[in-house]
């Protein structure tokens, strides 16, 4: 395993359980931190506060991660820009006892190194929208037009009118001009 800004050494602990160890970082947010519409910009600024305890089994992390979000409203496309903190706790084994599709679930320590990224991945996804809204009555955008609707809520485009009886709207209009309506002077 690469030392990375979110692989920590758990031998400092000594495999004593009761030991803990505290970190306050600020680390810089991997990539694919999020989902199409709404995620954490790579690069971007996590402040992580993480503690690790040496346990029976291994070494239990438990921590909070705040992040800036960057994505858009799924109903009217307004960008968004807010924060989001996220509470994560879990348990790295020393020796991995599962097997099978149980071993998949299991976090353990590689080399008395610990890896965050995968438990810190899943806590700020999970956390975030599916659908983000700007404002959870948020009307969206004009199916005609494209116009936001929040921001002209008296919106309309006049009634519809069917393209089959178009060209009855058409002779509508040229029987209400001067000189062709039925009471005009036949010549």
């Known amino acids: ?12 602990l000594g495999r004593r359980p009761g030991t803990e160890k505290t970190y306050v970082k600020d680390i810089e947010a991997p990539a694919d931190l999020g989902h199409d519409v709404i995620g954490v910009p790579e690069g971007s600024s996590i402040d992580l506060e993480l503690r690790l305890e040496a346990v029976m089994d291994g070494v239990l992390a438990t921590g909070t991660a705040s992040a800036r979000t960057v994505g858009e409203c799924v109903r ?5 820009d807010e924060q989001i ?7 790295y084994v020393y020796e991995p006892v599962a097997t099978g599709e149980d071993a998949d679930d299991e976090m ?78 036949k010549e």
Do not use: Y
């Open 76 to 80: 009217c496309l307004k960008a968004l």
């Open 1 to 12: 395993m690469l030392p990375g800004p979110l692989v920590f050494d758990t031998q400092v």
């Open 108 to 185: 353990a320590l590689e080399d008395e190194l610990l890896d965050l990224e995968p438990v810190l991945r899943d806590a700020v996804v999970l956390a975030l929208p599916l659908n983000p809204v700007c404002d959870p009555d948020c009307p969206g955008l004009c199916p005609e037009c494209g116009a936001r609707l929040a921001d002209d809520p008296g919106h309309t485009h006049g009634e519809a009118i069917d393209p089959r009886w178009s060209a009855l709207s058409h002779l509508k209009t040229q029987m209400n001009e001067p000189g062709h309506g039925p009471d005009s002077p």
């Open 85 to 91: 903190a996220v509470d994560f706790q879990e348990l």
